[in-house]
């Protein structure tokens, strides 16, 4: 199945394909004026990480994002959709808070990879970053985020090669990753348009909180979470939970705290490591935040 998964992705790029083998072909007047072009809509960076990924990697424009990916046109495009909107999603949740924001000054990196194992060999490659557990993670210090497609996840095929049929294999990967995108959305607007600095030292459930309640809280128009705080077994998984409810909860009965927390006066979580300590380091001493698998 996985093998499946991984040529239908790399099929469904062929057009891509041929583009980007035009491209290489030499100068000329004409790549020249496409290089002009692709650099004004800030995709240089993203071209160059996709040069250096190799076939069928492109990048492509998405509103505040130029995401790097393999997948297929039509996959990608609803991921870039899911971006887009994020983008001006948070704008509106910051506003409701009072927070003031503004538009990044450049296009912010967003990889996506198609297979699971290309995510977890990249993110140690690049990002110093052992990702086999985590769904996605953004690295201040390269300052992207990355994550893989949850239908070319491990959870998924597996789902796949137990009976699950593909129609709900497509659905709840579909769900999954979109819930992932606008978390790890919320992590680069957060970090890029005003709403936390990248050299503080935030509380990592109020960073972490404030992503999960965008991607599926009340920041995003759920419902509070605490009244239905699901139940984890996973440390991991129940802190993301934990920080969602508590996040939610200020946002629906005290939401000018949120903004006072993000300018200082830090409120950590029982058990939460003290400020000045390593949280999760990428390097450099670059702060990751992740999201679970």
């Not at 971006?83 to 450049?106: N, V, Y």
């Not at 296009?107 to 297979?115: K, Q, Y």
């Not at 990967?173 to 919320?186: D, N, Q, S, V």
Request: aromatic share 6%.
């Amino acid at each position: 199945m996985d093998a499946l998964v991984r040529w239908v992705a790399t099929t469904g790029g062929a057009a891509a394909l041929v583009i980007m083998v035009g491209a290489r072909l030499g100068p000329g007047p004409a790549l020249a004026e496409e290089a002009t072009e692709r650099s004004a809509l800030g995709l240089s960076e993203a071209d160059a990480l996709a040069d250096e990924l190799g076939i069928p990697f492109r990048a492509v424009r998405y509103a505040d994002f130029a995401v790097v990916s393999d997948l297929p046109t039509d996959r990608l495009h609803v991921h870039g959709e899911t971006l887009a909107q994020a983008a001006s999603d948070f704008s509106e949740a910051m506003s409701r808070l009072g927070i003031e924001t503004w538009s990044p000054t450049h296009a912010l990196t967003v990889v996506i990879f198609s297979d699971h194992r290309e995510f977890v060999e990249f993110a140690r490659r690049a990002d110093g970053v052992d990702a086999h557990w985590m769904g996605g993670y953004y690295a201040s210090g390269s300052n992207r985020a990355v994550m893989y497609d949850d239908l070319g996840g491990p959870d998924f095929i597996d789902a796949a090669a137990a009976g699950m049929s593909s129609a709900e294999v497509a659905e709840q990967a579909a769900r999954a990753t979109r819930e992932k995108i606008r978390h790890e959305a919320a992590h680069l607007l957060a970090f890029n348009c005003g709403v936390q600095s990248r050299v503080a030292q935030h509380p990592l459930w109020l960073t972490e909180g404030l992503a999960e309640s965008f991607a599926r809280g009340a920041l995003a128009g759920g419902e509070p979470g605490c009244a239905h705080l699901r139940p984890e077994s996973d440390p991991v998984r129940a802190f993301y939970e934990q920080s969602r409810a508590l996040v939610d909860t200020l946002v629906d009965q005290d939401p000018d705290r949120i903004a006072g927390l993000l300018r200082g006066a830090p409120l950590r979580l029982a058990g939460e490591p003290r400020p000045g300590t390593t949280v999760s380091a990428v390097g450099g001493g670059a702060r990751l935040e992740p999201t679970p698998p």
